[in-house]
């Protein structure tokens, strides 16, 4: 019985991830996807710097057994690291990649990829490809409570990182591609209810719901597959919103098709839309939005103001007002872009018609993987930069006036590469006020990687290149630091963080998690 009782007594003093405790990570810690709310992925750790990121050498390895292309950006707390895969997640000791405890949903449908977890309280959460949340202890890996969210016998999946905030978990979907409508639900963190949930095609008679010439709104798709950032302050939750269905044909779509294409920002209690940005108004070329918004404050043209930052596919870095959603500054990132004359005093494309989709083919830049996608991007707030992995490439995209089908895999055709214009990657640094490109780091390979970056306070970002290397650059110049080919294509975003007195970087690899830090002789 004194057992037992030492037992429930050390479980009663497990410290509770709150809150409060999230808004003010990354740290030693690193507790959301972004590594924060903000999504901004800077570090304040300075262990490792400019001057000794060369001797750095691998720590562990971790082998995750089936695994093909793991996505996921690992949450680490108190020295436990959290690693998911397709329905399944891991506990590892963050020193030594030891295996702590392990849960498999084993009744899960599906094999999507899953981009990684949440921590909330004393619970770790993630969610399976065929749309359940899974609440798990996040000592001793015991399920606490699993619910389905979205039905995937009505074409849904999904692949997301949940975001934690105060009044739910908040999960999105995948399977807009397939003529479903994409939506972003709050879950109860006790009990895994359903707070509230917005949609982001809106129902006949709704606002918006003139924006798409009688398509029906449950075929419209603008799926949720990425996680949004959040203003705890302002209680405002972003999140970025996927392309229309079918991707490549409008015909039957006309309008700008709200609210596709789109970052909206949703009241935090209680889902309610407070407002929009349309980045692609009738998105013929699958540029959804799905790329992180970052959130900033900084003065803006003699202005203090709250900003929403984001890259996004279509080629063009925005900057909005956070408040109100309202538009004040965009500029193209990468030099392939040619399907607009500009965009308005209102931030809306001048889309050139000749760019527009036709069944015999059209040449479009940037191509139907963007400009950009949903790997993250870092802001370093010391060196006023953001930094962005980018593709220079064009694509032939050919549109068909097919009727649409849901759940047919009919996207209204698709596109081509061109074969004599390969596409080529970049590392590349904005100035985060005026999307000014400061310096850009090339990534020569064979054009497959989409790797993310983090930024630390020691001066230096990683990301991942297209030849497999987990890659380490100054943070002002772009100047090459050290490399370490992982021998695998990369399809995550490092994190770093701190256990023991000693920094880590870790990334996911296709099947393995590689963890590094400085050389020590001990």
Known sequence: MKWLLLVVLACAAQGQVTQEAIAKSPNENWLTYHGDYAAQRHSPLKQITAANAKSLVAKWVFHVEGAKKLEASPIVYEGLM?????????????????????????????????????????????????????????????????????????????????????????????????????????????????????WTVPGKGEPGSDTWGGFPAEMGGAPTWTTGSYDP????????????????????????????????????????????????????????????????????????????????????????????????????????LDWTNGLDDRGRPKVIPEKIPTPAGTRVCPSVRGASN???????????LFYVVTLEQCDLIVASAKEPVPASGFRGTGNEGIPTEPGKFYLRALDVLNGDMKWEYPMPGPGVMWAGTVSTAGGVVFSGDDDGNLVAVDAKTGKDLWHFATGHSLFASPVTYMVGGKQYVTIATESDIFTFGLFDRE
Not at 374 to 384: C, F, K, Q
Request: hydrophobic letters at 40%; a positive charge; charged letters at 20%.
């Open 233 to 336: 302050e302002l209680n405002l939750v972003y999140w970025p919103t996927g392309n229309p269905w079918p991707d490549f044909y409008g015909g039957r779509r006309p309008g700008d098709n709200l609210y596709s294409d789109c970052v909206v920002a949703l009241d935090g209690t209680t889902g309610k839309m407070k407002w929009y940005f349309q980045f692609t108004p009738h998105d013929v070329w699958d540029w959804d939005a799905n790329e992180n918004p970052v959130l900033l404050d900084a003065s803006f043209r003699g202005k203090q103001r709250k900003l929403l930052v984001q890259a996004n596919r279509n080629g063009f870095y925005y900057i909005l007002d956070r408040v109100t959603g309202e538009f004040l500054h965009a500029k193209p990132f990468v030099k392939k």
């Open 82 to 198: 959290y690693v998911s895969n397709t329905n399944e997640i891991y506990a590892l000791d963050a020193r030594n990649g030891r295996k702590v405890w392990y849960y498999r949903a084993s009744g899960a449908k599906g094999t999507r990829v899953n981009r990684g977890a949440a921590i909330f309280g004393d619970k770790v959460y993630f969610v399976t490809a065929d749309c359940h949340l899974i609440a798990l202890n996040r000592s001793t890996g015991n399920l606490i409570f699993d619910v389905e969210y979205a039905s995937m016998d009505a074409g849904y999946t999904t692949s997301i990182a949940p975001l934690a905030i105060k009044t739910g978990i908040l999960v999105g979907v995948a399977g807009g591609g397939s003529g479903q409508r994409g939506f972003v639900a709050a879950m109860h963190p006790e009990t895994g209810k359903e707070v509230w949930r917005f």
């Open 374 to 384: 949903w790997m993250s991007p870092a802001y370093n707030p010391a060196t006023g």
